[in-house]
């Protein structure tokens, strides 16, 4: 039997940001809840919510506006606004992207909805710069600047709201679960790193100085480097830090940041990023869980980690579309010829343009996404009553890049990352093939991924079946995908927003299907057997297990399987006998709690700025 501290688990659920909206209006839209509208209004400035409200147009009001502080009735918002807020989220037509081409062969894309690309982000998380500079965070106020040029990227900012919104799930601050920084670890993912930063002088909405070269090249470079290292924007705002000219005017201030474990400064340890394309984020995972439980002497084992990952991929000027080309890519010419062709005069609309395993899939639609998750030891989640919203049972990686080039899912050895997951979960936690019901599928929408997704997705789980000695008929796994509700492609971030859907299965809570699913591809008909593939969502399983596969460019792959976390799962594992009966006894409130903090956090102003300001060592006053 496994100890408690050789048990990894979640704590608390994901903090994301899509192109369908933040964390809790994706949800809303998953679920087909009347919460939607409001949540999408919040999203966009448009109204206040009341968060300590179960329901979120209970004492909703206008944000701004002749009728600022009013309140307003959902039936209102919908009225009013309902129309622009569907319209404006999800995947859709991009005007002006057009006036690109011949760079840009598709206008169809998944970007943030709302303003959010540009100031509506900053402001849902509380990093404009008028918002830093009246914070505790005052004396960084130089890196949030309202110029374009040094205000952080957007996948900065992604990075900053979906990691450090994670933290929401916390009961206590960060700082005092782990009052020595070294003991925490940003683990971090994406596709291609600094992917709005890399490839011109500014950022996609400063305007274009004469000649095309700003004067300021200090700016330029400040502002590239930030483009290109959000993780470390996320440890920078925790960290215990001073601004050089205080410290030069006060030497005394560094001394007081030394750790109390002698000869080491109390500083969190620096971010690791693994650059993985779409599988990066369980790459990263795969590479940080062996940290939280190997044991060497000297090795500064982290306590809790922070798993985060984010895309701009649109950016810089839809570079992304041109490099992808046409033919990997769905575009307005593909959706009205696939639906000329419907001979039921059915159509297709641009929003469920991307329909993985669907005959009509052509082409994936690219877009941004943020994503923060907790991670941490079974030991340490008793010992400090944090809500273990899944035990991970199991993870692994593998490339091969043989017959396959750059692309992927085009070749074989995928299924290897899914056959070490499921070689843990059976050899170390005692769970077989047998005992997973949900898969979070890649699904990127094009005809042959839908094949080699559901390919290897099988491959892996009969070669688990043969090492396991399993003769008997394997599940059928309910297949479901956040990209066909319309967050689109999010590359690197892709893994980690699939594996926050896998965590609300084994919750019990409602999981995407694939809802873009009218007609499946005849050419899967064999393969689709072994899976159970449906538009409507799954109602999840409190008591079941999931698994997150996806496969990336240049053959990198990466898989993850995650089981619920309940009373009979933990008496699986050697726990301190009194801290489990603690933590069981007082569970419901710890759930209950946790979920009330989240929802309050999430549907509050400046969520990463609130964030960073209950969490962070202290060092900034």
């Not at 992917?195 to 004469?210: C, Y």
């Amino acid at each position: 039997m496994l100890r408690s501290n050789q048990v990894l688990v979640t704590v608390g659920t994901a903090c994301t940001i899509s192109a369908v909206g933040s964390t809790e209006t994706y949800q809303a839209l998953v679920a087909g809840s009347d919460d939607f509208f409001p949540l999408a209004a919040f999203d966009a400035g448009l109204v206040e919510l009341d968060p300590t409200a179960d329901d979120a147009a209970q004492g909703m009001r206008w944000a701004g506006g002749a009728h600022a502080g009013e309140p307003v009735t959902r039936e209102e918002l919908v009225r009013l606004h309902g129309d622009a807020l569907r319209a404006n989220a999800g995947i859709r037509h991009v005007p002006g992207v057009r006036e690109l081409a011949p760079r840009v062969v598709t206008d169809i894309a998944a970007p943030l909805p709302h303003d959010l690309e540009t100031v509506g982000l900053r402001r849902l998380a509380g990093l404009r710069f008028d918002d830093i500079r009246g914070s505790s965070l005052k004396d960084m106020h130089g890196l949030f600047q309202d110029d374009p040029l040094l205000s952080p990227s957007l996948q900065a900012q992604l990075f900053a709201y979906g990691g450090l919104g994670a933290l929401a799930a916390l009961p206590r601050p960060l700082a005092e679960l782990v009052p020595n920084p070294f003991g925490f670890r940003v683990a971090s993912a994406t596709a291609f790193g600094g992917m709005d930063a890399l490839g011109q002088w500014l950022r996609p909405d400063a305007p274009l100085p004469a000649n095309g070269i700003p004067k300021d090249t200090f700016a330029v470079r400040l502002a590239h480097s930030l483009g290109s290292h959000g993780p470390a924007l996320v440890s920078t705002m925790l960290a215990p830090s001073y601004s050089i000219s205080r410290v030069l005017k006060n030497p005394a201030l560094r001394d007081s940041l030394r750790s109390d474990d002698v000869g080491f400064m109390r500083v969190p340890q620096t971010p690791m990023t693994a650059v993985g394309a779409c599988a990066s984020s369980l790459i990263a995972l795969a590479d940080v869980a062996p940290q939280l439980l190997f044991d060497y002497p000297g090795f500064q084992k982290p306590q809790m980690v922070l798993l985060t990952a984010a895309d701009a991929a649109l950016q810089p000027r839809y570079g992304i579309l041109e490099a992808f080309g046409g033919g990997a890519l769905m575009t307005g010419e593909k959706l009205a010829a696939k639906n000329a062709a419907h001979a039921d005069g059915s159509t297709r609309s641009v929003h469920d343009s991307l329909a993985p395993f669907d005959i009509d899939a052509d082409g994936t639609v690219v877009g941004h996404g943020g994503s923060g998750l907790l991670i941490t030891t079974l030991e340490f989640a008793l010992r400090n009553q944090l809500d273990i919203t899944s035990i991970i049972v199991g993870w692994g990686q593998s490339a091969e890049a043989g017959g396959k080039a750059h692309f992927a899912g085009v070749g074989f050895g995928g299924e290897n990352a899914l056959v070490q997951a499921l070689d843990m979960a059976y050899q170390a936690h005692g769970y077989g093939v047998e005992d997973f019901h949900y898969l979070a599928a890649h699904a990127t929408g094009t005809r042959t991924n839908s094949k080699t997704d559901l390919g290897t997705a099988w491959a892996g789980l009969q070669g688990a079946a043969q090492r396991q000695q399993f003769h008997g008929t394997l599940p059928k796994l309910f297949v479901g995908t956040p990209k066909a509700v319309g967050d689109g492609h999010t590359m690197g971030e892709t893994g980690l927003k699939a594996m926050s859907q896998a965590l609300q299965f084994v919750l019990g809570r409602t999981a995407p299907g694939v809802p873009t699913l009218r007609r499946l591809d005849p050419e899967l008909a064999d393969m689709a057997a072994h899976f159970h593939l449906q538009a409507a969502p799954s109602p999840g399983n409190s008591s079941g297990g999931a698994l997150c596969v996806t496969q990336g460019f240049g053959g990198y792959n990466g898989a993850v399987a995650l089981r619920a976390a309940t009373p009979e799962a933990l008496a699986r594992y050697v726990c301190d006998e009194r801290a489990l009966a603690s933590y069981l006894e007082a569970w419901p409130t710890i759930r209950t709690e946790r979920a009330k903090r989240e929802r309050l956090a999430r549907r509050s102003p400046k969520l990463a700025l609130a964030m960073t300001e209950r969490h962070r060592w202290s060092g900034l006053d």
